[in-house]
């Protein structure tokens, strides 16, 4: 049976013996039913079964079983098509790379029919696939689809925006990605600052850097020239919190960037204060980052 997303669909299922048999529905995946009223349930009784408002998580299989107490129960495999437009998501959509380097571009489509999808420029000039430019389409669920764009080299003319397209024969919709250029100067400026998380200290060492995240860095003691203080850990993919002194705690989202040299801060992207700056410039960083 083949729907479209949104309306409202009845699956029938009809049978005889003698004692009359009770019909019983469930999903082939296991996955369970929702009813009208949003509960979820693994199975439900009855000939027919009514899903108002179809949505494509409700695309599958369903087995609808009949039986007595008279073996064997009798069984029949009903599979339910949901069409919709194109839809795309972008988790990053900001990212930071330096000229030179490799960076890889992501989006998730979801679609049915199965979408036409491909990469643009920001003026609409097709990324052509061969040469620096790699592009590739992973399916991660029956109409969900991974899609990724590897660029390396980076070059000056790569930088900007580009967006992602997924067509079918229902619509289509693009998201989009704006690939900035970080200096070179940007990267390993720091080296040996101690990170606390919710009282824990943390301490890996690293020069990794990772554009789009808030990294892992090493700095210098800038009170003792050559001496090490404690390594520092802050690799923040996901982590959102307070950091900085008491008299200036930074509030970081995920995607921002720390560039640390010595003692002092650098924000590569905007960062939000949080609470009062108690007329203190942003300017020292004290021995110990806390992230509280």
């Not at 949080?274 to 980052?289: F, H, K, S, Y």
């Amino acid at each position: 049976m083949v729907v479209r997303e949104g309306s409202n669909v009845t699956l029938k299922c009809a049978a005889t013996g003698s004692p009359e048999p009770t019909i019983t529905w469930r999903r082939e995946s296991g996955v369970p039913i929702e009813l009208a009223s949003g509960e979820e349930v693994p199975s439900i009784e009855g000939t027919d079964l009514v899903i108002p408002n179809v949505k494509r998580q409700h695309m599958g299989a369903y087995l609808c079983i009949a039986s007595n107490g008279v073996p064997p129960s009798v069984s029949k495999r009903i599979t339910l098509v949901v069409h919709f437009p194109p839809m795309i998501t972008v988790q990053n959509q900001l990212i930071g790379a330096v000229e030179g380097k490799g960076v890889t571009l992501e989006c998730e489509s979801e679609a049915y029919p199965k979408s036409i999808n491909y990469w643009t420029r920001e003026r609409g000039e097709i990324v052509p696939p061969g040469g620096k430019y790699t592009a590739n389409v992973t399916e991660i669920g029956g109409y969900r689809n991974a899609m990724r764009l590897h660029i390396n080299p980076l070059s000056q003319s790569e930088f900007g925006a580009y967006r992602c397209v997924a067509k079918n024969s229902l619509g289509d919709t693009d998201g989009t990605i704006k690939l900035y250029r970080i200096p070179p100067n940007a990267v390993n400026y720091v080296e040996n600052f101690e990170v606390r998380h919710k009282g824990k200290k943390r301490t890996k060492s690293s020069e990794s850097y990772h554009p789009a995240r808030a990294q892992e860095h090493s700095g210098e003691d800038m009170e003792n020239p050559g001496k090490r203080k404690a390594d520092l850990s802050l690799s923040a993919e996901g982590i959102d919190g307070i950091y900085g002194s008491s008299a200036a705690p930074t509030r970081l989202q995920p995607h921002q960037h720390l560039v640390f040299k010595g003692l002092l801060l650098a924000v590569a992207v905007s960062v939000a204060v949080a609470g009062m700056m108690r007329n203190t410039r942003m300017t020292q960083l004290p021995q110990t980052l806390t992230h509280v």
